[in-house]
Nanobody, 123 residues
Framework: QVQLVESGGGLVQAGGSLRLSCAAS????????MGWFPRAPGKEREWVAT???????YYAESVKGRFTIPRDIAKNTVYLKMNSLKPEDTAVYYC?????????????????WGQGTQVTVSS
């Protein structure tokens, strides 16, 4: 399995931006579909974005137009660029990887997870 390490979280004011990074180990990064899953305090983990192994991209409605999920295959890294942040975006953000084909958007579709990075958006 691929090992994942997130970074880039922090405290930001509403309307601000952050870029999260997820660095993956291994030589087969381009074979994996990658996703981001925030878990807000007291809530279930939710899906917000996926980039498939063949570069198809999907977003949850709640983040469309605000978040993007680029990847850099040479660096084995996927990002979550977050703009126009809202207090309700406050969560621990986890990245995840899977070799599942199709468009994985459920937590159960993913087999490798990072440790998470905290994002706090103040009002």
């Amino acid at each position: 399995q691929v090992q994942l390490v997130e970074s880039g979280g922090g405290l930001v004011q509403a309307g601000g931006s952050l870029r999260l990074s997820c660095a993956a180990s291994g030589r087969t990064f381009s074979s994996y579909s990658m996703g981001w899953f925030p878990r807000a305090p007291g809530k279930e983990r939710e899906w917000v974005a996926t980039i498939s192994w063949n570069a198809l991209i999907y977003y949850a409605e709640s983040v469309k137009g605000r978040f993007t999920i680029p990847r850099d295959i040479a660096k084995n890294t996927v990002y979550l660029k977050m703009n126009s942040l809202k207090p309700e975006d406050t969560a621990v953000y986890y990245c995840a990887a899977t070799l599942l084909r199709g468009i994985p958007t459920k937590g159960a579709d993913f087999t490798s997870w990072g440790q998470g990075t905290q994002v706090t958006v103040s009002s």
